[in-house]
C-alpha cells in the first residue's frame, strides 16, 4: 500500500490494532486469572487448548473477512458466524473458570467494531443471555424477571448497545468523510485535466492567432508586391525595384515576428514602445505599402495597458487595415485610439465600399463578412473582456471599432 492509499485510511481502522490489543489483553488477563483459580472446573491444557483455539478463530476469521471485504455490510453474514464463534468458545471458557469474565472488555468492542449495527444487536443480546444463563446456572436459581442479577447484565447490555450506536456512527461518519475527500480529489483530479486541455486548446488557438496576424498578413503582402513587380516588367524597372525592395522587407520583417511567435515574445513594435507609437508605426509601414493615406489620431491621455490589451490593440489595427487593403477599395483611411476614463477605444474608418458592398465584389469569405480574421480579432477582444462592433452604411464605408475595459 503506498502513502497516498496510507492516508486515505480512516481513523478507526489505523487504530484497528488498539481494539484488536485491548481484545488480546483482556484474553491474556483471563487466562492468568484463570491458572491462579484453584476452581477451575476442568484442567489447565484443557483451557489453553480452547483459550488457543479462540484466539486464532478470531484472528484468521476477521483476517480472512478483512482482506474479501473492507466494508462492513459487505458478506456481514461472515463476520457474524465469525463473532458468534468468538463468543461459544469464550462461553465454553467461562464455564471452566469465571476469571473469563474479564475477556467481556475486549469482547464488545470487537462486537461493534467488525459487525454492522442490525448484528451486533444481535451478538450482544446472545452473549447477554449467554453471561445470564451461566449466572442463573451457576447459583441453581430459576429464571425470574425479579432476579436483580437480570437486570443488571440487561442493563449492561443496553449500555454496550448504546456505545455500539455511538461506535457505529462515528465509523458511518468516517466513511462518508473519507468518500467525500475522495470525490473532492476525484474532482479537483479531473477539474485539473479540464484546465490543461483548455490550456491547450487556447494555446492553439492563440497560435493561430498570432500566425494570422503575422506569417499570414505578411505572405499576403509580399505576394501583392511579388504581383505589382511582375506587371512591372520589362518596362518599368524602377517600379519592379520598389516593390521587390518592399517584398524583401515584409519577408524579413515576417520572419522576425515568426521568431517571436515562436518564443511567445510580444510584437517587436511594442518593444520599448508605446501602444500609439506602435500604431503609428504599423499605419505608416502600411500607407507606404499600399499608397492609401492614412491618419491616425490618439485622443485622451496615454497610459501604460496590460500586455496583453496593447499586443490585442495593435493585431487589431494590422487586421484591420489589412481587410481595408484586400476589400474595401477604399481611397483615404482614418485611425484613432481613444483613452477614455476606464476603456480604450480603437476606431479603424475607411471611405471604400460598404459590408454589403465587399461582399458582392466577391469577397463572401471576407473577414467583414465572418471569415476567419474577424474572428480571430473577436477571440482576442474577447478574451480581454472587450467587443468589436462594425458599422457599416452604403456610400460611407466601414468602421472597426475596438472597446477593452482598462486593467493593469
Known amino acids: 500500500m503506498n502513502v497516498n492509499q496510507e492516508r486515505q485510511k480512516d481513523v478507526w481502522v489505523k487504530w484497528d490494532w488498539l481494539w484488536q490489543a485491548l481484545?488480546?489483553?483482556?484474553?491474556?488477563?483471563?487466562?492468568?486469572?484463570?491458572?491462579?483459580?484453584?476452581?477451575?472446573?476442568?484442567?489447565?491444557?484443557?483451557?489453553?487448548?480452547?483459550?488457543?483455539?479462540?484466539?486464532?478463530?478470531?484472528?484468521?476469521?476477521l483476517k480472512l473477512a478483512d482482506r474479501k471485504w473492507d466494508?462492513?455490510?459487505?458478506?456481514?453474514?461472515?463476520?457474524?458466524i465469525v463473532i458468534i464463534g468468538v463468543i461459544v468458545l469464550w462461553f465454553a471458557l467461562l464455564s471452566i473458570s469465571p476469571a473469563y469474565y474479564f475477556t467481556l472488555f475486549g469482547l464488545f468492542g470487537?462486537?461493534?467494531r467488525h459487525l454492522s449495527l442490525g448484528y451486533a444487536v444481535i451478538a450482544v443480546l446472545i452473549l447477554t443471555g449467554s453471561i445470564i444463563y451461566e449466572q442463573l446456572a451457576g447459583a441453581g436459581a430459576a429464571f425470574s424477571l425479579t432476579n436483580p442479577i437480570i437486570w443488571l447484565f440487561l442493563f449492561t447490555a443496553l449500555g454496550a448497545i448504546i456505545?455500539?450506536?455511538?461506535?457505529?456512527?462515528?465509523?458511518?461518519?468516517s466513511v462518508r468523510r473519507r468518500q467525500l475527500i475522495e470525490q473532492l480529489e476525484a474532482t479537483r483530479a479531473e477539474l485539473a485535466a479540464v484546465e490543461r486541455r483548455a490550456g491547450v486548446l487556447e494555446e492553439r488557438q492563440r497560435l493561430a492567432r498570432d500566425i494570422h496576424d503575422t506569417l499570414a498578413q505578411g505572405f499576403t503582402s509580399i505576394v501583392m508586391h511579388l504581383e505589382a513587380a511582375d506587371q512591372a516588367l520589362p518596362d518599368d524597372l524602377t517600379t519592379l525595384q520598389k516593390h521587390l525592395d518592399q517584398a524583401r522587407g515584409t519577408a524579413r520583417t515576417s520572419l522576425e515576428q515568426a521568431r517571436r511567435v515562436v518564443h511567445a515574445l510580444r510584437p517587436q513594435l511594442l518593444d520599448q514602445r508605446s501602444l500609439p507609437d506602435a500604431i503609428e508605426r504599423t499605419a505608416v509601414r502600411w500607407q507606404e505599402e499600399t499608397g492609401i493615406p492614412l491618419t491616425t489620431t490618439t485622443t485622451g491621455d496615454p497610459i501604460p495597458l496590460h500586455p496583453d490589451i496593447e499586443v490585442t490593440l495593435l493585431r487589431a489595427t494590422q487586421e484591420a487595415l489589412a481587410n481595408i487593403h484586400k476589400h474595401a477599395q477604399a481611397t483615404a483611411v482614418q485611425l484613432t485610439l481613444s483613452y477614455i476614463d476606464d476603456v480604450v477605444v480603437l476606431d479603424v474608418q475607411d471611405n471604400g465600399v460598404a459590408f454589403a458592398g465587399a461582399a458582392t465584389a466577391g469577397a463572401a469569405a471576407s473577414p467583414l463578412s465572418g471569415g476567419y480574421g474577424l474572428q480571430v480579432m473577436r477571440e482576442r477582444v474577447e478574451l480581454c473582456g472587450g467587443s468589436v462592433t462594425l458599422e457599416s452604411e452604403p456610400g460611407e464605408g466601414t468602421t472597426v471599432v475596438v472597446s477593452i475595459p482598462i486593467y493593469r
Not at 486469572?33 to 484468521?60: E, F, N, S
Not at 456505545?163 to 461518519?173: H, R, Y
Open 71 to 80: 466494508v462492513l455490510d459487505n458478506h456481514a453474514i461472515f463476520r457474524f
Open 23 to 61: 481484545f488480546y489483553a483482556a484474553v491474556i488477563v483471563s487466562t492468568w486469572l484463570m491458572l491462579l483459580d484453584d476452581d477451575r472446573k476442568a484442567p489447565v491444557w484443557v483451557a489453553l487448548l480452547l483459550t488457543a483455539i479462540l484466539l486464532l478463530w478470531q484472528w484468521g476469521g
Open 163 to 173: 456505545l455500539g450506536v455511538w461506535i457505529t456512527a462515528i465509523i458511518g461518519q
Open 110 to 112: 470487537q462486537v461493534f
